[in-house]
């Protein structure tokens, strides 16, 4: 399984991105995406994942009522919409998909990351 983020960008606060992962390879129904960042100086964060069945959802606090999570499973697809972007949001954000229901941490596959800049 291969995963390629993009849609990242530079934008001002209070503007939106959506952030694009595609997947090759096998992704099977069980499995699960989810987004995590990275901001400058700071560990790895969980961001929010869904199932790649169902499409049941779960964020992080941080983000739950500004972003949100999709997927198209004829694409092949994830989305991370990101909505009134603060600067604290910038970071590189990665995507991954893990076998099993959704969880924080634990996933097997990663893509190499797109980068989002809020500038103030």
């Known amino acids: 399984v291969q995963l390629q983020a993009s849609g990242g960008g530079l934008v001002q606060a209070g503007g939106s991105l959506r952030l694009s992962c595609t997947v090759s390879?096998?992704?099977?129904?069980?499995?699960?995406l989810g987004w995590f960042r990275q901001a400058p100086g700071a560990e790895r964060a969980f961001v929010a994942a869904?199932?790649?069945?169902?499409?049941?959802?779960y964020y992080a606090d941080s983000v739950k009522d500004r972003f949100t999570i999709s997927r198209d499973r004829v694409k092949n697809t994830g989305y991370l919409q990101v909505n009134n972007l603060k600067p604290e949001d910038t970071a590189i954000y990665y995507c991954a998909t893990r076998r099993g229901g959704i969880t924080t941490d634990l996933y097997d596959y990663w893509g190499q990351g797109t980068l989002v800049t809020v500038s103030s």
């Open positions: 869904v199932t790649w069945s169902g499409g049941a959802t």
């Open positions: 390879g096998l992704i099977f129904s069980s499995h699960t």
